[in-house]
T-cell receptor
Framework: LAKTTQPISMDSYEGQEVNITCSHN???????ITWYQQFPSQGPRFIIQ???TKVTNEVASLFIPADRKSSTLSLPRVSLSDTAVYYC??????????FGQGTELSVKP | EAQVTQNPRYLITVTGKKLTVTCSQN?????MSWYRQDPGLGLRQIYY???????DKGDVPEGYKVSRKEKRNFPLILESPSPNQTSLYFC????????????FGPGTRLLVL
């Protein structure tokens, strides 16, 4: 059964780079690794996905090693508005995403 | 604009009074799903649908019904709401072949008295 593990919380200051790591146990060979962001009382928002190596978009970068047993979400120069919960949910065969507790990122001024 | 919409956004009701929460997506997605989010329990899947007329139970289906008569709509029906269904509900959709990438609605906050 696919399962992910990530830190419960992280603190940072504005302008710093934040790296959140997720371990992926039993990830399926064909599955992409995805990360979501959720603000209080809002729906999770897809922010990035990758399969191997590095992917970058306007929001974040995602680093995935060759063995795909982990992934690291990198947020460059965070601001207060990046305070949110970040998830790396595994996907079950019928499409269910297992969100778990996620990583609560707190960005301070 | 590509989006998932839910209505109502907020609802206060009483035990036993039937209600429907609507969900609609304009992205021609085959897959749709309902989740509920409760403090300390994360997001839990209620029901999902792989396509029109194809629905199945998720982890917490008791007390809920769904239907998928059209591709774009996936309403959640509470026939006889109870206080333990007080929660924040999210609808999500995706392409059948890209279920890792789900688009979520803004949420419906339900209070059952």
């Amino acid at each position: 059964l696919a399962k992910t593990t990530q830190p419960i919380s992280m603190d940072s200051y504005e302008g710093q780079e934040v790296n959140i790591t997720c371990s992926h146990n039993n990830i399926a060979t064909n599955d992409y690794i995805t990360w979501y962001q959720q603000f209080p009382s809002q729906g999770p928002r897809f922010i990035i996905q990758g399969y191997k190596t590095k992917v970058t978009n306007e929001v974040a970068s995602l680093f995935i090693p060759a063995d795909r047993k982990s992934s690291t979400l990198s947020l460059p120069r965070v601001s207060l508005s990046d305070t949110a919960v970040y998830y790396c949910p595994p996907r079950m065969s019928w499409g269910k995403l297992i969100f778990g507790q996620g990583t609560e990122l707190s960005v301070k001024p | 604009e590509a989006q998932v919409t839910q209505n109502p956004r907020y609802l206060i009701t009483v035990t036993g009074k039937k209600l429907t929460v609507t969900c609609s997506q304009n992205m021609n997605h085959e897959y749709m799903s309902w989740y509920r989010q409760d403090p300390g329990l994360g997001l839990r899947q209620i029901y999902y649908s792989m396509n029109v007329e194809v629905t199945d139970k998720g982890d917490v289906p008791e007390g809920y019904k769904v239907s998928r008569k059209e591709k774009r709509n996936f309403p959640l029906i509470l026939e006889s709401p109870s206080p333990n269904q007080t929660s924040l509900y999210f609808c999500a959709s995706s392409l059948k072949g890209s279920q890792e990438t789900q688009y979520f609605g803004p949420g419906t906050r339900l209070l059952v008295l």
